[in-house]
């Protein structure tokens, strides 16, 4: 079976590293357009120029604050926090 995110803007958590780095690497590799998001910003930008995705540059690695405007939402959020 074969998956396409063609289209879908996807939003990866602790994905400077591990298993969330690895997520976003997958998602982008299913075609979707990733914002990598992270605490360490230096790693999620790594991530981020790796993949071909975007680094989270609004909330410092944070959705919970209320920044992000309702034209972010994500189609797709996978949550690798911790």
Same mark, same amino acid.
């Given at each position: ?9 996807? @939003?990866?958590?602790? #994905?400077?590293? *591990?298993? +969330? ?12 357009? =990733? =914002? =990598?998001?992270? @605490?360490?910003?230096?790693?999620? #930008?790594?991530? #981020? ?9 609004? !909330?410092? +690695? *944070?959705? +919970?604050? +209320?920044?992000?405007?309702?034209? #972010?939402?994500?189609? @797709?959020?996978?949550?690798? !926090? *911790?």
């Amino acid at each position: 079976m074969s998956a396409s995110l063609a289209g879908r803007r996807t @939003v990866g958590t602790g #994905a400077a590293s *591990g298993l +969330g780095a690895a997520t976003a690497t997958r998602l982008a590799e299913l075609g979707a357009s =990733v =914002v =990598v998001c992270d @605490v360490d910003r230096t790693g999620a #930008a790594r991530t #981020a120029e790796r993949i071909g995705g975007e680094p989270d540059q609004d !909330v410092g +690695g *944070g959705l +919970g604050d +209320g920044r992000h405007p309702t034209g #972010a939402i994500p189609n @797709v959020l996978s949550d690798n !926090v *911790g």
